[in-house]
Every structure is written in structure tokens, then in C-alpha cells.
């Protein structure tokens, strides 16, 4: 006889991982599934979406959900959006992670505070702590921030290291509700492949383009066809300038190339067979503030 999960006490739940940009929730969030399924960069505000990555342990099963860094410059619409699917998350999940930076916490990690839900489990990871020249220097961190809220478990890790992040999840667990699992053990997203084939274009944007144009670029799929084993993908690369355009195609369309090749070594390797991209830079301007292009590009 199968036993239900009230007999074996196998836990399931949602966990949101939130926190200012650029405190390694990305990385985190990959570290924990061990794979590339978030894009990541040494810029703020990488992330403008949701994105999912399950952890199947034996006795339970973690469906984190990566946000955006929660964040209040820049009016725009796609900004706001950004923000909506931090709130979003927050009211939906089962556990709150919040992620902050060893030995720094200011005025943004605080609006993110400010957003923490009552009634339920809100967690701290401290993150970088490989950044730490002693470790001692914790103690008096872990001090001044719970002085701000009672949170149920704080953890100092290394995302980037892995310090402590497989038994990160295994706190996080408890918490979690007992309830049979939602995925198979080979699961590892709930987010589809288009969606991630144009985040790894655009985390090449990030890493290999100066400061402001990522800003002012998105990735939008054209085309995604299976054809035998191999993914056909076709994508444009929309910039908000036509100055912008040139810079991203590159002398003789070498900075493209190299987009192209980067993201597609990634997208071989996460869907685990040959990928053909073609890449396109489209002009149009205003897209971050403009609904309709927002929509079409999958922003809420
Ligand atoms: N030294 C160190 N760097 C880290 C660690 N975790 C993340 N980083 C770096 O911090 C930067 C930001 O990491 P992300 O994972 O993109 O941060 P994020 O919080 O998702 O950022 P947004 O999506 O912009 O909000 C990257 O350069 C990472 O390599 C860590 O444990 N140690
Ligand atoms: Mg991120």
C-alpha cells in the first residue's frame, strides 16, 4: 500500500527568495538545483521575472521562486512590473527566503523588510560570506539585523562557494507543509524553455555590454521549433536606441556573434541537446514603458 504523505511526512511548498538587487539571489537559486537556470551578472537588477527551480530531497520538495531585486529608482513601467512580481511571489508562497550581503545592510535592504508578510516563515540567508576576511565579524551583523525582525532561521552561506546551501535547503524544509510532491525528481523548472533560451541571450547582455544598455535591452522569441533533437530558436534583441543597435551587432557583427555563441553553449547545456540560435537587433523605442511591447515581451 502507498503511503500518503500525512504517513510519511514528506513536505512540499512554494519559497520565495527576495532581497535588494544584486545580493546573489540568482546564484543562490542555482546553486540550490545545481544548474544554471537564472541568469546572473555583477549588475543590479539582472532579474526582471519570476523564475522557478525545484530541489527534490528525500523527504521533501522546495519550489523556490527567484525575484527580481526589489528596488524603488527608475519610474518605469517595467520597473513597477519588476517590483509587482517581488509582491506577487511574496503573497503566494509557503516560506519567505530573504537574502541579504554579509556586513551590508542599508536603506534598500530595509524597503525589502518592509514587504515581509506576517504569518508566516521568513528565513535569512546571509550570502558572500566568503567575501568576509574573519568570520567573526558575523556575530555583531546577525546582532543589528534581528534586532530589525524576529526571523525563524538565519544562515550565513556562500552562494557563488556553495558554503552551506545544501543545508540551507534542509532548514528551509522544515517549514515547508506536509504534502505529497508536485513534480517528478527530474524536474528541475516550472519556467518554459522559450522563457529561458531568452534569458540567456540576455544575461550575455549583461556580462559583455556596458553599463546602460542592458537596461534598455530585452530578448523576445521569434521562433522555437523542435526539429528532431535539435531546438531551432530564433530571437531578437530589442534596444531602445539606434545608436544602441550598432554597438550590440559589433565590427562586423563580431559583439553578436559572440552573444550568440555564448548563450547558445548555455542553452545546449540546460536542455541538453544541440541548439540552433539566430540573432536579430530590433529597434524599438520606449519599449520599457510601453504596455503593449511589456506584454508581448512576457512582463506582467
Ligand atoms: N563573492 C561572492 N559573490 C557572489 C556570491 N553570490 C553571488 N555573488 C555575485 O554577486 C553578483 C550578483 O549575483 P546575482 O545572483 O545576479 O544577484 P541577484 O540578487 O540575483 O541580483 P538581481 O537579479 O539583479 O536582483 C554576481 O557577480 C555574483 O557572482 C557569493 O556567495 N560570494
Ligand atoms: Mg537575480
Known amino acids: 500500500m502507498v503511503e500518503t504523505p500525512e504517513e510519511t511526512g514528506y513536505r512540499t ?36 521575472q519570476r523564475i522557478t527551480g525545484i530541489v527534490t530531497l528525500d523527504t521533501a520538495q522546495l519550489l523556490f521562486v527567484d525575484t527580481p531585486g526589489f528596488q524603488n529608482r527608475h519610474e518605469s513601467a517595467l520597473n513597477r512590473s519588476m517590483n509587482r512580481a517581488v509582491t506577487q511571489a511574496l503573497a503566494d508562497v509557503d516560506v519567505v527566503l530573504m537574502v541579504v550581503e554579509a556586513n551590508h545592510f542599508s536603506d534598500a535592504d530595509r524597503a525589502v523588510l518592509a514587504l515581509l508578510p506576517a504569518g508566516r516563515p521568513v528565513l535569512l540567508a546571509i550570502n558572500k560570506t566568503d567575501k568576509l576576511a ?29 558554503h552551506a546551501v545544501a543545508e540551507l535547503a534542509a532548514v528551509i524544509a522544515k517549514y515547508l507543509p506536509v504534502q505529497a510532491p508536485l513534480y517528478t525528481q527530474d524536474e528541475i523548472t516550472e519556467s518554459s524553455e522559450r522563457f529561458l533560451a531568452a534569458e540567456l541571450v540576455r ?98
Open 203 to 300: 544575461e550575455k547582455l549583461f556580462r559583455l555590454l556596458g553599463d546602460e544598455l542592458p537596461y534598455g535591452s530585452a530578448v523576445l522569441i521569434d521562433r522555437f521549433v523542435m526539429e528532431g533533437q535539435m531546438r531551432r530558436i530564433s530571437a531578437s534583441i530589442i534596444v531602445d536606441k539606434e545608436s544602441h543597435k550598432g554597438i550590440v551587432v559589433g565590427a562586423k557583427g563580431s559583439r553578436l556573434k559572440e552573444i550568440g555563441t555564448l548563450a547558445r553553449h548555455d542553452m545546449e547545456k540546460l536542455f541538453d541537446g544541440k541548439v540552433h540560435l539566430e540573432l536579430w537587433v530590433r529597434v524599438k523605442n520606449g519599449w520599457g514603458d510601453n504596455d503593449r511591447i511589456l506584454k508581448q515581451l512576457g512582463y506582467d
Open 13 to 48: 511548498g512554494y519559497v520565495a527568495i527576495v532581497g535588494r538587487p544584486n545580493v546573489g539571489k540568482s546564484t543562490l537559486l542555482n546553486r540550490l538545483v545545481g544548474q544554471k537556470l537564472s541568469i546572473t551578472s555583477r549588475k543590479p537588477q539582472t532579474t526582471r
Open 134 to 162: 574573519d568570520r567573526r565579524e558575523l556575530l555583531p551583523f546577525i546582532q543589528s539585523i534581528s534586532a530589525h525582525r524576529a526571523f525563524d532561521e538565519i544562515l550565513p552561506v556562500s552562494a557563488s562557494r556553495g
